[in-house]
T-cell receptor
Framework: DTAVSQTPKYLVTQMGNDKSIKCEQN?????MYWYKQDSKKFLKIMFS???????INETVPNRFSPKSPDKAHLNLHINSLELGDSAVYFC?????????????FGPGTRLLVL | DAKTTQPTSMDCAEGRAANLPCNHS???????VYWYRQIHSQGPQYIIH???NNETNEMASLIITEDRKSSTLILPHATLRDTAVYYC???????????FGQGTELSVKP
């Protein structure tokens, strides 16, 4: 069983569209994250949620709205997509976001905005 | 979180030990040293982490200097599948986020 899964794996869409990426973890973790990896390969945190509550929001445009229906899921909705949103988006989870614990990453969603 | 410095790239012969250095001179007392790697197009993979003692698991060993200002990740018998970007991350208690630098691109050659 995949510990952290994301759908879709690839997403190609037009500028201005609204799209969602889904993430699920079956590890029983309380904390989930979204990271963005741009074309220069830098990985950067976007959001983290602990038990469905927002903990970190790293000055991400408000076109990005994470939603956590339960602690096993953290979905990312993006409104009015722009060319610069093209990137690979990784979901991750950890036990409770505390010191000394491990984050487990999903396989990534490759978003291309045309 | 403290900043880390790693060489941009390294080569290693297959079957030999790969020693990847990392400097973190501004690390503070409660910050952990983590190592992750990213094999092409995949999600980052956890390797190992430590606070001040050396650590070993089935993947690698982590050697942290006594002053904690630097560390070395050791892959004891590198294989071609270990070719990846290796990230050294110093992590404090800021909501759990990992701050990735540019990492070291390790190429394992036959």
């Amino acid at each position: 069983d995949t510990a952290v899964s994301q759908t879709p794996k690839y997403l190609v869409t037009q500028m201005g569209n609204d799209k969602s990426i889904k993430c699920e973890q079956n590890l029983g973790h309380d904390t989930m994250y979204w990271y963005k990896q741009d074309s220069k390969k830098f990985l950067k945190i976007m959001f983290s949620y602990n038990n469905k509550e927002l903990i970190i929001n790293e000055t991400v445009p408000n076109r990005f709205s994470p939603k956590s229906p339960d602690k096993a899921h953290l979905n990312l909705h993006i409104n009015s997509l722009e060319l610069g949103d093209s990137a690979v988006y990784f979901c991750a989870s950890s036990q409770d976001g505390g010191l000394g614990e491990t984050q487990y990453f999903g396989p990534g969603t490759r978003l291309l905005v045309l | 979180d403290a900043k880390t410095t790693q060489p941009t790239s390294m080569d290693c012969a297959e079957g030999r030990a790969a020693n990847l250095p990392c400097n973190h001179s501004t690390i503070s007392g409660n910050e952990y040293v983590y190592w992750y790697r990213q094999i092409h197009s995949q999600g980052p993979q956890y390797i190992i982490h430590g606070l001040k003692n050396n650590e070993t698991n089935e993947m690698a060993s982590l050697i942290i200097t006594e002053d904690r200002k630097s560390s070395t990740l050791i892959l004891p018998h590198a294989t071609l599948r270990d070719t990846a970007v290796y990230y050294c991350i110093v992590r404090g208690n800021q909501g759990g986020k990992l701050i990735f630098g540019q990492g070291t691109e390790l190429s394992v050659k036959p």
